[in-house]
């Protein structure tokens, strides 16, 4: 197994990634030098592999002298195959910090720069000051408020050969609790339930054929350390220049008066703004870089780059469209990265009132066309100019918000699932019957099933797709993206 040390100065935050990184609060951190103790050493999973951990913030509490600090990095460095070598990014890059890196870096282990306390976008630009330790490997993170740790979490796991990949014990158990709960009595599931059988074999789907694996690891990690609340929605109003975002922003925050909070990072711009309404709390993120970056005729690239950071902090996304002018090639790629961050969403044709009547079906037609990627996404036409039918955006809001929050009990499911199967049997594949178990879901927000089978490589797509449909007809999941896992589960 490969081990992976978390090296550097005291108080960088070493422990507080390692308990991140084992999903468990066990090592005490503290602003207080000598908390902890002890080297540490735990197996945990990156992403889908296994490595061992080692953490040395124990080493040097209280060691302000670096020589020593060098003496104690050095022994751990030694015995991993993998550095993770930590800096506070809230100082400046030290002469030190960077000859030790340089040593390190002679022993031609896999090494990245972890520049910790990037707390918020201003925050990043104190990276540029970082890539004088001419690494690529490098990575601007903050530990405490989760940020971009998935980027980390994705280079440590591709130094790790394939043959550490687990197969997902976290998953298995909750998917084990779920069921026990909710149709233990259930003759269909007892029937076939087994708990010793080996788990090899699982697909993911949804409703695209191609599937990249590697997003829902991402997103199985994003949950596991975000734990969302579902009365708090979180929005990123996304679209090109002169759409009208900041205007739809002023619109929904105008229409609520009561503006509790401006959430800074830190004491520079407000970054979130948060408002209640009805029972929930929504926050708009990153509008401080809305209202001032908006303005700034964008390069693409810097567009595409910023619209990625907002995503990565919310939950639901508000496509914005200009009903005015012909759609974009860059609407579409705007569009796009809210599929791949699978997000609640809601495509939002500004600037009604100004588009031609004459063309208003033929406008819903392109929409369609052109985004199908986010079929499931309702469409509203409104005007941030005159508040047309802002009020109704809001409804719309806390209505897919529940859609996509929502757990759907494990017998409901199985009485679709079980319609579906009698109505269209499924195919066998080369002689061997193909069958599906039972369904369960185990994740939400968004909702992700899992269907339990004895060969999940054999559910031809056109299957899955024909299983979705159904699953989309019975439950209202309008506005989300709903994630499907055929998962093997041994055979009588
Ligand atoms: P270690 O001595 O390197 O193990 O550091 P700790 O994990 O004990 O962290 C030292 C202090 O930094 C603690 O108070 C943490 O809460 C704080 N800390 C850790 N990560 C972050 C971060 O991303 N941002 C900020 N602002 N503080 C952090
Ligand atoms: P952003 O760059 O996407 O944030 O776009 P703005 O909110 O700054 O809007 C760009 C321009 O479009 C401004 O001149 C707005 O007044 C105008 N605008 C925004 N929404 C509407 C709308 O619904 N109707 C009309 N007629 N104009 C709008």
């Known amino acids: 197994m490969k081990k992976v040390a978390i090296i550097g100065r005291p108080n960088v935050g070493k422990s507080s990634l390692f308990n991140r990184l084992i999903k468990k609060r066990d090592a005490i951190t503290s602003e207080q030098a000598g908390t902890t103790r002890d080297v540490k050493r735990r197996n945990t999973i990156i992403i889908n592999k296994q490595v061992e951990l080692l953490d040395t913030g124990g080493l040097d509490k209280g060691c302000e002298l670096f020589d020593k600090?060098?003496?104690?990095?050095?022994?751990?460095?030694?015995?991993?195959?993998?550095?993770?070598?930590?800096?506070?990014?809230?100082?400046?890059?030290?002469?030190?910090d960077k000859k030790l890196f340089y040593e390190l870096q002679s022993m031609g282990k896999d090494m990245a720069l972890v520049v910790n306390k990037i707390d918020n976008d201003k925050m990043k630009e104190k990276l540029w000051d970082y890539y004088e330790f001419g690494t690529d490997a490098i990575f601007g993170?903050?530990?405490?408020h989760n940020r971009n740790t998935v980027e980390l979490l994705e280079w440590i796991a591709s130094k790790v050969p394939d043959s550490d990949i687990v197969k997902e014990d976290g998953e298995e158990q909750e998917l084990t609790k779920i069921t026990e709960d909710e149709i233990s009595d259930d003759d269909f599931f007892a029937k076939y339930s087994h708990t010793d059988e080996e788990d090899d074999g699982f697909t993911?789907?949804?409703?695209?054929?191609?599937?990249?694996?590697?997003?829902?690891?991402?997103?199985?990690?994003i949950k596991q350390f975000d734990e969302n609340d579902v009365n708090?929605?979180?929005?990123?109003?996304?679209?090109?220049?002169?759409?009208?975002?900041?205007?739809?922003l002023n619109a929904l925050l105008g229409e609520e008066r009561s503006v509790v909070s401006s959430v800074a990072g830190t004491t520079i711009d407000p970054i979130d703004e948060t408002v209640n309404y009805k029972d929930k709390q929504i926050t708009f993120v990153d509008t401080a870089g809305l209202r001032r970056r908006g303005k700034i005729l964008g390069i693409e690239k810097y567009a595409l780059m910023r619209t990625t950071e907002m995503l990565e902090s919310a939950n639901m996304a508000?496509?914005?469209?200009?009903?005015?002018?012909?759609?974009?090639?860059l609407d579409e790629k705007i569009a796009g990265l809210v599929d791949s961050n699978r997000l609640a969403s809601i495509i939002v044709l500004n600037k009604w009132d100004i588009s031609k009547k004459e063309e208003h079906d033929k406008i819903l037609k392109e929409v369609r066309d052109r985004f199908k990627f986010l079929a499931y996404a309702p469409i509203i036409t409104l005007s941030a100019l005159s508040h047309q039918r802002v009020d109704k955006l809001h409804e719309m809001i806390l209505e897919i918000n529940e859609n996509y929050s929502q757990r759907i009990?494990?017998?409901?499911?199985?009485?679709?699932?079980?319609?579906?199967?009698?109505?269209?049997?499924?195919?066998?594949?080369?002689?061997?019957?193909?069958?599906?178990?039972?369904?369960?879901?185990?994740?939400?927000?968004?909702?992700?099933?899992?269907?339990?089978?004895?060969?999940?490589?054999?559910?031809?797509?056109?299957?899955?797709?024909?299983?979705?449909?159904?699953?989309?007809?019975?439950?209202?999941?309008?506005?989300?993206?709903?994630?499907?896992?055929?998962?093997?589960?041994?055979?009588?």
């Open 204 to 221: 993911y789907w949804d409703e695209s054929e191609e599937v990249d694996n590697s997003i829902f690891a991402q997103n199985d990690l």
């Open 409 to 492: 009990s494990t017998s409901k499911i199985n009485e679709v699932v079980e319609k579906a199967l009698r109505r269209h049997t499924l195919p066998s594949v080369s002689g061997q019957v193909i069958r599906i178990y039972y369904a369960t879901q185990y994740e939400t927000r968004p909702p992700k099933i899992a269907i339990i089978m004895n060969k999940p490589s054999g559910l031809h797509f056109t299957y899955r797709r024909y299983l979705t449909n159904k699953l989309r007809e019975a439950f209202n999941f309008t506005g989300t993206p709903v994630l499907f896992k055929a998962k093997k589960k041994g055979e009588k």
């Open 318 to 329: 508000l496509i914005v469209l200009d009903a005015s002018e012909p759609f974009l090639d």
């Open 232 to 248: 708090h929605i979180k929005i990123a109003i996304i679209g090109r220049t002169n759409v009208g975002k900041s205007s739809l």
């Open 69 to 96: 600090i060098k003496e104690m990095s050095l022994k751990a460095a030694y015995k991993a195959d993998i550095i993770l070598y930590m800096v506070d990014g809230k100082g400046i890059p030290e002469e030190e």
């Open 141 to 144: 993170i903050s530990v405490s």
